[in-house]
């Protein structure tokens, strides 16, 4: 498993969804999967549903093998 990187030290080197921890608004520290936009200069999160607060980010886990 990885570890939670702060935005502060480090962002993605790649586009792509990550595994990402924040703020919305008032609410406590949320987790949810989000996009990071690299294009360039621009670099940021995107996310369709908010406009989230990222502190923290990880590359997503291996999806779960089917053992059938």
Do not use: H
């Not at 609410?27 to 621009?42: D, E, T």
């Amino acid at each position: 498993m990885s570890e939670w990187t702060s935005v502060k030290d480090k962002l993605p080197e790649e586009p792509g969804r990550y595994l990402v921890s924040g703020k919305f608004f008032d609410s406590p520290f949320q987790i949810w999967i989000c996009n990071f936009i690299g294009i360039g200069a621009i670099r940021g999160w995107s996310n369709p549903c908010e406009n989230p607060t990222v502190s923290f980010w990880m590359p997503l886990p291996e999806p779960p093998q089917d053992e059938t």
